[in-house]
């Protein structure tokens, strides 16, 4: 891609409105535009950020056994009022009725989808377990939309969900799940923590959050120095780690800050019993299938990113999320250097490196400025 044909126009300061360095830094690189509160559009460089980080989640869900579908953002009301949430989520589900007088929601969550999707198709034990996920965007009517992509109404989630006729075998995939999502954070190059949680709205039996440690998260959370152990301090009143007390060890807890990116959920039959989601067992009698919900934060975990390993005026993107992995910068526009800058920038995309060719009509000092700003691991002057 040449820059002077790419759809941006930095910014040399930050807009008024951003509060935190994600969105500081990717409003002033043209990645994303504020249309409404909380809704944001993607220019190219911001959704390449997106998609890097959609196919690592893809890799992940695969290497687990998770299919690939795509439900509706609109569902009819009757879905919601059947698991009885159309009326106890409260005003962030956003409630619409079309020319028919029908009733339906632009759907935040889908587990009501999903029981009706897979109960048409699963019928009997010997299909079990059933593991399916989607990456769609969802809309949660914030009271009070901010900090760009880390609390927005509109944003675009990986959601999962799995059925099974034993505790045993949920137990098994909800292990997997949280191996595959420290590996995608892990392969973000970013600091991640599992850290027990409430299920909140969602609901269920256990659940663990994901957060990325940095400054600006809006959750506090405890650690321990000395093993794996993390808690949100909404769940937990206590200074010495609870594994190590077990051992007969002393350790203080630390606290630190975090944004959630992803949250797992056992959630039992909270939601097929209601749904009638059930399956035929051995003997031939019907019983609720048993069910697992795992969240992960498509945008909010690149604006995380940004947070945890950005500066006051550059992004510092992981070569895994990076828009482009090289920035080709030509120094003068005279022939010698503009056909070894051609040269080099056909050889590269030959060899399938994504390269931003800086072609502008510009100084230095901007190009290099600008390149630092948006992030691009490598320069090649």
């Given at each position: 891609m040449h820059f002077s044909q790419l759809l941006v126009h930095t910014?040399?300061?930050?807009?008024?409105?951003?509060?935190?360095?994600?969105?500081?830094?990717?409003?002033?690189?043209?990645?994303?535009?504020?249309?409404?509160?909380?809704?944001?559009?993607?220019?190219?460089?911001?959704?390449?950020?997106?998609?890097?980080?959609?196919?690592i989640?893809?890799?992940?869900?695969?290497?687990?056994?998770?299919q690939e579908v795509l439900m509706p953002s609109m569902i009819p009301a009757a879905l919601w009022q059947q698991s009885e949430r159309w009326d106890k989520y409260g005003k962030e589900l956003l409630r619409i009725t079309d020319r028919h007088n029908n009733e339906f929601c632009y759907g935040p969550t889908h587990e009501e989808v999903v029981c009706e999707l897979v109960n048409t198709y699963?019928?009997?034990?010997?299909?079990?377990?059933?593991?399916?996920?989607?990456?769609?965007?969802?809309?949660?009517?914030?009271?009070?939309?901010r900090f760009g992509l880390m609390r927005g109404r509109e944003f675009i989630m990986k959601d999962a969900y799995s059925f099974h006729a034993t505790w045993e075998d949920l137990d098994k995939t909800y292990s997997e799940m949280r191996d595959a999502y420290?590996?995608?954070?892990?392969?973000?190059?970013?600091?991640?923590?599992?850290?027990?949680?409430?299920?909140?709205?969602?609901?269920?039996?256990?659940?663990?959050?994901?957060?990325?440690i940095a400054q600006t998260g809006e959750d506090e959370i405890v650690e321990c120095p000395t093993c794996a152990y993390a808690a949100n301090t909404e769940v937990t009143n206590t200074e010495t780690c609870p594994k190590c007390a077990e051992k007969g060890q002393a350790s203080t807890l630390q606290r630190v800050r975090g944004?959630?990116?992803?949250?797992?959920?056992?959630?039992?039959?909270?939601?097929?019993?209601?749904?009638?989601?059930?399956?035929l067992d051995e003997s031939g009698q019907a019983k609720p299938m048993i069910m697992g919900c795992y969240g992960v934060g498509i945008g909010r975990?690149?604006?995380?990113?940004?947070e945890q390993l950005g500066?006051?005026?550059?992004?510092?993107?992981?070569?895994?999320?990076?828009?482009?992995?090289?920035?080709?910068?030509?120094?003068?526009?005279?022939?010698?250097?503009?056909?070894?800058?051609?040269?080099?920038?056909?050889?590269l995309k030959a060899a399938n490196i994504e390269v931003l060719y800086d072609d502008r009509p510009e100084s230095m000092g901007v190009k290099f400025k600008d390149t630092e700003l948006i992030g691009i691991p490598l320069q090649v002057v």
């Open positions: 910014l040399k300061d930050n807009p008024k409105d951003a509060e935190v360095l994600s969105h500081q830094l990717m409003t002033r690189a043209s990645m994303i535009r504020k249309i409404a509160a909380g809704i944001y559009a993607y220019t190219p460089l911001g959704l390449r950020i997106l998609r890097n980080f959609e196919t989640v893809r890799t992940e869900m695969n290497r687990v056994g998770a699963v019928k009997s034990y010997r299909q079990l377990p059933m593991h399916v996920y989607q990456i769609q965007t969802k809309f949660r009517d914030e009271i009070r939309p420290l590996r995608m954070f892990e392969r973000c190059g970013l600091r991640a923590k599992v850290v027990q949680a409430d299920s909140g709205a969602i609901g269920g039996d256990e659940s663990a959050e994901f957060m990325v944004i959630e990116v992803g949250h797992i959920f056992k959630l039992g039959t909270t939601y097929s019993e209601k749904m009638n989601t059930t399956y975990t690149v604006a995380a990113a940004i500066s006051a005026n550059a992004m510092c993107w992981p070569i895994a999320l990076a828009p482009f992995k090289v920035s080709l910068i030509l120094c003068k526009d005279e022939a010698p250097f503009r056909e070894a800058a051609d040269g080099l920038y056909n050889e």
